[in-house]
């Protein structure tokens, strides 16, 4: 089996693997006092050094959490803001963070212009130190990356707060908090080659987040509850290899490769954001006439995994609420599937997929005829 699924997760490594076999059997609460705890504590601070730098932040800014979806419902409800903009192609854990906010709608490439940001903050006659916008890094879906710096320069002038889900870009992108100049931001160690269950809030300053409830004090008072030990120490390993990766231009050809093969077969083929930079991994590529999921399970028998939409909704598929925002018809929309390759991706792997790929389209229209 190939796997071309990597923005649902990555495969661990066996170093991950290692740090956390390493860190269950020396067991341990790292609020304990004692050399058991000490020693939890003393790896759940290297990994939290180690998160930092993936990101170009300190350590003292991260906050683990749960995972993404948490850490983006934190950033929203707890910084206290009254008023949250989101835009229109985020995660689903950022859209539904928020009762009341507010779509911030993105261009037919499915990117979000810095003018509509402040025409949203404009027409809302907010006072807009009441409010926080959320942008995402890059799009889980099409890979479409969002010109946060712009945005965040824009919003920090209008006295709103930025925060930035930017879950997909470490191991793809090299990503710098700083120079993005955001003030808080999400990312979730299993899209990065760490386990599931475990991701951070990294926050410009802590006294950002109001949390309702401290627990036991844990990550500064900011997100009671034992820390997930073993999650965190395979969260800092991952994290090493993804502030390592350079094999961007590499991946990038693989997935080019895909699109321009198959958009020569099929020529009605459509690719979602190819004229504005990408994640260079990812591709979302709708067959019309030919249902995701019908292409999903024809590929899975192949010997090939990728997803229909995001692969978020616990195996259901539904039409990418990405794609309708960016302006794709129903129908189109509801023949796409993500491709997203990883490190390990090999050309054979590619040559393979093509061709399975091609033959099946082939197949079922003419089956469909
Ligand atoms: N944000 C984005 C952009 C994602 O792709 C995902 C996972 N699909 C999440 C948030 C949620 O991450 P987690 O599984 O860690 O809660």
């Not at 951070?200 to 309702?212: G, Q, V, Y």
């Not at 500064?220 to 997930?228: F, Y």
Request: net charge negative; aromatic share 2%; proline share 4%.
């Amino acid at each position: 089996m190939v796997y071309l699924d990597h923005n649902a997760s990555v495969p661990m490594s066996a170093s991950v693997i290692e740090a956390m076999v390493e860190a269950a059997r020396q067991g341990g609460n790292p609020s304990s006092v004692h050399d058991y705890g000490r020693r939890a504590r003393a790896r759940i601070e290297a990994a939290r050094k180690d998160v930092a730098t993936m990101v170009g932040a300190a350590a003292s800014q991260v906050v683990f959490t749960s995972g993404a979806t948490e850490a983006n419902v934190m950033a929203l409800r707890a910084c206290s803001r009254d008023r949250v903009f989101v835009s229109a192609t985020e995660h689903v854990s950022v859209l539904d963070a928020h009762p009341t906010a507010v779509a911030i709608p993105v261009d037919a490439d499915g990117v979000v212009q810095p003018p509509v940001v402040q025409a949203a903050l404009t027409a809302d006659r907010v006072d807009a130190g009441d409010a926080i916008v959320s942008v995402m890094l890059a799009n889980n879906e099409t890979g479409v990356i969002q010109p946060i710096a712009e945005i965040a320069a824009m919003v920090h002038a209008a006295g709103a707060l930025m925060h930035c889900d930017a879950v997909q870009a470490p191991g793809r992108l090299p990503v710098d908090m700083a120079a993005l100049g955001v003030d808080l931001m999400t990312v979730s160690a299993h899209k990065a080659g760490g386990p599931a269950g475990v991701g951070a809030l990294i926050l410009r300053d802590a006294s950002l987040l109001r949390p309702d409830t401290k627990g036991g004090g844990q990550e500064k008072g900011l997100r009671g509850g034992t820390e997930n030990i073993t999650g965190i120490a395979g969260f800092g390993a991952a994290a090493k290899l993804a502030a390592a990766f350079n094999g961007a231009d590499e991946i990038a050809r693989r997935r080019d490769r895909i699109e321009a093969e198959v958009l020569q077969e099929v020529p009605d083929a459509v690719v979602f954001g190819s004229d504005v930079p990408r994640l260079p991994n990812t591709s979302c590529m709708a067959i019309p006439g030919i249902g995701a999921e019908t292409q999903v399970m024809a590929l899975d028998l192949a010997g090939y995994a990728v997803s229909a939409g995001s692969a978020c909704s616990s195996g259901k598929v539904k039409t990418s609420h990405v794609l309708l925002a960016m302006g794709a018809d129903d129908d189109v929309a509801r023949c796409a599937i993500r491709i997203s390759l990883g490190p390990e991706t090999s050309d054979a792997d590619i040559d393979g997929f093509i061709t399975a790929w091609i033959d099946l389209i082939h197949r079922l229209r003419r089956s469909a005829a």
